[in-house]
């Protein structure tokens, strides 16, 4: 499995924090640019975001292609309780959806 984005920015604090609460360790892993991976032969290609759907239209690889456009926690504004609390809303819509995915898709 491969992540990267249209722009590295690091990995958050606060993903690593909120995966950490579901025993999941993401603190070694980095920001890449979906660039690095033009060479992949994929299965799978899946945006999650409208922005990365909109900016990185074409990805030279017979891929399937899906997209999913999921909240960006990073973005809110609110509480540490609130923006907390809305990064492990969206953890766990990904995981639904990663859930969902691999019992339609991967049988």
């Given at each position: 499995?491969?992540s990267a984005g249209?722009?590295?920015?690091?990995?958050?604090?606060?993903?690593?924090?909120?995966?950490?609460?579901?025993?999941?360790?993401?603190?070694?892993?980095?920001?890449?640019?979906?660039?690095?991976?033009?060479?992949?032969?994929?299965?799978?290609?899946?945006?999650?975001?409208?922005?990365?759907?909109?900016?990185?239209?074409?990805?030279?690889?017979n891929a399937i292609?899906?997209?999913?456009?999921?909240?960006?926690?990073?973005?809110?504004?609110?509480?540490?309780?609130?923006?907390?609390?809305?990064?492990?809303?969206?953890?766990?819509?990904?995981?639904?959806?990663?859930?969902?995915?691999?019992?339609?898709?991967?049988?």
């Amino acid at each position: 499995m491969y992540s990267a984005g249209v722009e590295t920015q690091g990995v958050n604090p606060r993903a690593i924090e909120t995966m950490k609460d579901n025993g999941i360790d993401i603190s070694g892993h980095t920001s890449n640019n979906v660039d690095e991976y033009r060479d992949i032969n994929f299965d799978f290609v899946i945006t999650v975001c409208d922005n990365a759907r909109e900016r990185c239209p074409y990805f030279p690889t017979n891929a399937i292609k899906f997209h999913h456009n999921f909240p960006d926690p990073a973005k809110v504004v609110g509480t540490e309780d609130e923006i907390k609390a809305e990064f492990r809303r969206v953890r766990d819509m990904i995981k639904i959806y990663c859930e969902e995915f691999v019992k339609e898709r991967l049988r």
